[in-house]
């Protein structure tokens, strides 16, 4: 098993200490210069009129091969993205090891439908396995499923209880290549996490995945499945999924995000008339999400937990459970993980503080990881929320060191 952990926190200090509004350590790692880009980044994705018209002008900038690169790289590619190869993010790992957090690359590719794209995008993950494997500063590996499997298929392999030939044969394609990334996990040591889809692709990837960590997980943790609680049948699977894992005897690894493809998931079961699979609203969803953490660290003994949140309630929430249950912060059964780029308070503040701390850092070629890009400008956006608090923060330190 890979040696994470070994890898002790800087120091410890009473659980009460924990305070994300510590700009001088959120920031710590940031000169500033670093400062200055990542303000004025966000004061521009603050303006929802600018976002409206950023993002179709890169799809078409992007459709029509213009050269985007010289705009893109410096600017949100510089915020969000570790770099377009491994190699390439080494030194955004180094840095963020320096304030004690540690790193997840992520090969950012998505939504490919031709077997060859398939092909490449399956040899650089597995590269990335390796690669993380061999760096202590890298604790887990990733992917995302989609990037695995034509999507027709997927979503035929999850909604239909007759799928045609074809979507079987290319389902077990997909089996494999998710078997090839969970063994070499496997072979390597390093945990792997499985990203979570829109919920028509989700229930083949459950199944498999599900397949994969009895294979895989019998004496530990080394796959994980995603849980995005924005749904409502969720906090029932993973109890499911729990019940399973003992009579099968296999370790449950699970990895919480809320979801990410709420509107299009809503406007989907609006026009097809079926039930919407998200939460009636925002309540509901922060509901479950304690919930599930709640139940998975009371549950630690056969459940690894994984946090993937932004949500400052949320993270707190879990340095509490963590005290409640007489748990180590630094107990390496539970990390919480934030994007590269975003929330640097949470992350600095809990690695400070002696929990679990880790950066999806996503890499690849500009033009591969525009699609995330895009997502993290829309998400960034005032009208959705997490810009004004981002902005304050870093209004704050620019103040704290009289800039
Ligand atoms: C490390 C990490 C890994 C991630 N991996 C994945 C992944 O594999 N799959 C994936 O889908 N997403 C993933 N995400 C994104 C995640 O799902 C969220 O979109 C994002 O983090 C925002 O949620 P939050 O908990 O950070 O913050 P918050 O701002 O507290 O929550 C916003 C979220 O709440 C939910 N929500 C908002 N309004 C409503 C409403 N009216 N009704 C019901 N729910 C509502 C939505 O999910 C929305 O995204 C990941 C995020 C992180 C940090």
């Known amino acids: 098993m890979k040696n994470i952990l ?56 992007s459709a029509i091969r213009f050269p985007i690169n010289w705009i893109v790289k410096p600017t949100v590619y510089a915020q969000f993205v570790g770099g377009e190869t491994l190699q390439e993010c080494i030194p955004v790992v180094e840095k963020l090891k320096s304030g004690s957090v540690y790193s997840i690359l992520d090969y ?15 040899e650089e993950t597995l590269k990335a396995v390796d690669f993380g494997a061999k760096n202590d500063n890298i604790p887990f590996a990733v992917f995302k499923p989609t990037a695995f499997a034509k999507s027709k298929a997927l ?55 599900m397949e994969m960590m009895g294979k895989f997980n019998k004496e530990t943790v080394i796959v994980y499945n995603t849980y995005q609680m924005y749904r409502h049948d969720r906090l029932e699977r993973l109890k499911q999924d729990h019940q399973t ?23 989907r079961a609006k026009k097809m008339e079926y039930e919407d699979p998200i939460q009636p609203d925002k309540e509901s969803t922060d509901r479950d999400y304690n919930l599930a953490l709640k139940y998975t660290v009371e549950n630690i003994d056969r459940i690894h937990v994984f946090n993937g949140t932004h949500n400052e309630e949320s993270s707190m929430y879990l340095t509490e459970l963590i005290k409640e249950n007489n748990l180590q912060k ?36 500009v033009k591969f990881v525009l699609p995330y890009l895009m997502r993290r400008v829309e998400e960034n956006t005032s009208v959705k929320g997490q810009t004004s608090r981002e902005l304050g923060l870093l209004k704050e330190e620019r103040k704290r060191r009289k800039l």
Not at 10 to 33: C, E, G, H, Q, V
Not at 108 to 122: F, M, N, P, T, Y
Not at 189 to 200: L, V
């Open 6 to 61: 070994n890898c002790a926190p800087n120091y410890y200090t009473p659980f009460a200490m924990l305070n994300f509004n510590n700009t001088k350590t959120a920031f710590s790692i940031k000169s500033d210069r670093d400062l200055k880009r990542a303000f004025w980044m966000y004061k521009l994705i603050s303006y929802p009129i600018l976002v409206k018209f950023i993002n179709p002008m890169i799809k078409i900038a």
């Open 108 to 122: 950012s590719v998505e939504g490919k439908e031709d077997d060859a794209d398939i092909e490449a995008a399956l």
């Open 155 to 209: 979503e035929v392999m999850s909604t239909s209880a007759d799928p045609d030939e074809e979507s079987i044969r290319e389902g077990e394609k997909f089996r494999k290549r998710v078997e090839k990334l969970c063994e070499r996990a496997f072979q390597n040591g390093i945990p792997i996490m499985i990203d979570a889809e829109d919920s028509f692709y989700q229930e083949f990837i459950d199944k498999i995945v």
């Open 245 to 267: 894992s003992l009579k099968e005897g296999f370790y449950l690894g699970a990895k919480f995000v809320r979801g990410a493809y709420m509107e299009r998931e809503r406007e």
């Open 330 to 365: 630094d107990d390496k059964r539970i990390w919480s993980s934030q994007l590269y780029g975003m929330s640097e308070h949470i992350s600095f503040n809990l690695a400070a503080e002696g929990y679990n701390a880790v950066k999806y850092v996503p890499y690849g070629p």
